[in-house]
């Protein structure tokens, strides 16, 4: 989620993301960050490229109407929850089978860091006050029951949140009912893609031992 004064340092992000020089993963701060840029990205370019492609050659067009532009907005803000809960799943599951007898100190270390990430960002424009906090009590929710089933593998963990995330897509309802499955595997592939990304970025021993400490009173 790009904020005007966080522009450059974006940009550099993404600039050092394509010539490969991403920054290793080795503590809870790090991991944190790690959340917040992949539950974003999975969730906004899958809003933008789908719209795009929906509206074809009149993508630029739409994409400069501000009412679009608005529910564009609207809908990437309302994903984000959801993409906090899909990513913040699939570290949990990277994590769990190193955490031993530290098992629920470890959930709920990745339950608050995710959840930290979430309170990085007041309410957005075109949200009331309940909505995002009902999406946050949701997100806290779905944290702690992941606890309850073995880990799932990275492209499962899209198939409880896809039909959510698609009924947020800012396209007409109509012009989009046949294209489910798409949006579906999109976010099953994006997920394989996270994990391969975090499992090559991370120390992940070093990560939980960083986590469990600041989980500490």
Same mark, same amino acid.
């Given at each position: 989620m790009i904020?005007?004064?966080?522009?450059?340092?974006?940009l550099k992000a993404v600039s050092d993301w394509v010539r490969g020089r991403r920054p290793p993963v080795h503590d809870a701060r790090a991991l944190a960050d790690f959340v917040n840029e992949h539950a974003a990205f999975?969730? !906004?370019?899958?809003?933008?490229?789908?719209? =795009? %492609? *929906?509206?074809?050659?009149?993508?630029?067009?739409?994409?400069?109407? !501000?009412?679009f532009i608005e529910a564009v907005? =609207? %809908? *990437?803000?309302?994903?984000?929850?959801?993409g906090l809960a899909m990513v913040g799943e699939l570290v949990e599951g990277a994590l769990r089978p190193l955490a031993g007898d530290a098992r629920n100190d470890e959930l709920e270390a990745v339950a608050a860091l995710v959840l930290s990430v979430f309170d990085r960002y007041p309410?957005?424009?075109g949200?009331?006050?309940?909505?995002?906090?009902d999406a946050r009590t949701a997100l806290a929710r779905h944290m702690q029951l992941v606890g309850l089933h073995p880990p799932k593998r990275a492209f499962e963990i899209a198939d409880p949140f896809a039909k959510a995330y698609f009924d947020l897509l800012p396209i007409n309802e109509e012009l989009r009912r046949s294209e489910f499955p798409t949006i579906h595997s999109y976010l099953r592939v994006t997920l394989?893609?996270?994990?391969?990304?975090?499992?090559?970025?991370?120390?992940?021993?070093?990560?939980?031992?960083?986590?469990?400490?600041t989980a500490k009173p």
């Open positions: 904020r005007l004064k966080e522009l450059g340092n974006e999975l969730v !906004q370019k899958g809003i933008y490229e789908y719209s =795009r %492609a *929906r509206a074809g050659h009149y993508a630029k067009v739409l994409f400069k109407e !501000q009412a907005d =609207r %809908a *990437r803000w309302s994903a984000f929850p959801i309410l957005p424009a949200l009331d006050a309940k909505t995002w906090s394989c893609n996270v994990h391969a990304e975090l499992t090559k970025r991370a120390d992940l021993p070093g990560v939980l031992a960083s986590l469990l400490a």
